[in-house]
């Protein structure tokens, strides 16, 4: 799978569909089969690792960019 490439997150949103519809029935539970918790399981799986993916990249380029100045002036407030 490519880096690039977009999320599949239909097995996310199916979940969370079946989750609101449950309790919009008042239903004590829902069912999935394997094939759909284990489409649910990676599609989770995928996605957590591409946000831990873009969390690292994220901190490596903040880091590059620790020499910043910033300056911050301050005064007693008088000029009101």
């Known amino acids: 799978m490519s ?9 996310i949103q199916n979940f969370i569909q ?3 519809s449950a309790e919009g029935s008042n239903a004590p539970e ?10 649910l399981a990676f599609t989770l799986g995928i996605t957590m690792s591409r946000l831990h993916g873009d969390l690292e990249k994220f901190v490596k380029e903040s880091k590059s960019t620790d020499n910043e100045v910033i300056e911050v002036n301050m005064d ?3 000029k009101w």
């Open 76 to 78: 007693v407030g008088g």
């Open 30 to 39: 829902i069912r999935l089969s394997i094939a759909q918790a284990k489409n």
């Open 3 to 11: 880096i690039n490439e977009p999320l599949n997150t239909s097995a």
């Open 18 to 20: 079946q989750v609101k």
